[in-house]
């Protein structure tokens, strides 16, 4: 009985939905609401960075969960995913990493799940059921 719960195929292809699944509508959100960027851009260039890497966070949260829902080179989308949620927590988070809220959770821990699930999915990679183009 236990033995059918043993489908590492099965585990990376729930990792990869969530992890990707969760992360794409901030991306889509970003991508049609134009000021986001703007914001992310503004914020940048407060750390002495340049705005148009804003357009970077289109990479990690648009096409890079959905290289990893599809399954093609889900470890290059998870780690643009990792480097974007590294990006995210440095720019707009940096007060909050030993912060706990009320309930006793941690301040970022959707920034964490996020993280730490795309570094898991780049040393995990895909699985079989993933897109394989001929």
């Given at each position: 009985m236990l033995h059918?719960?043993?489908?590492?195929?099965?585990?990376?292809l729930i990792l990869r939905l969530t992890v990707a699944g969760l992360l794409l509508p901030h991306g889509l959100t970003k991508l049609l609401n134009p000021g986001n960027?703007?914001?992310?851009?503004n914020t940048l260039a407060g750390q002495g960075l340049p705005t148009v890497l804003a357009y970077g966070v289109l990479v990690g949260e648009v096409v890079a969960p959905l290289m990893a829902l599809i399954g093609w080179r889900s470890r290059v989308?998870?780690?643009?995913?990792a480097a974007n949620m590294v990006?995210?927590?440095?720019l707009v988070h940096m007060g909050e990493l030993?912060?706990?809220?009320?309930n006793g959770g941690w301040a970022l821990e959707l920034q964490g799940f996020f993280l730490f699930?795309?570094?898991?999915?780049?040393?995990l990679g895909s699985g079989r059921m993933a897109w394989r183009p001929d």
């Open positions: 059918a719960l043993h489908n590492d195929a099965l585990g990376k960027l703007t914001w992310i851009g989308g998870a780690l643009l995913m990006v995210a927590i440095f030993t912060a706990f809220k009320d699930g795309a570094v898991a999915l780049v040393f």
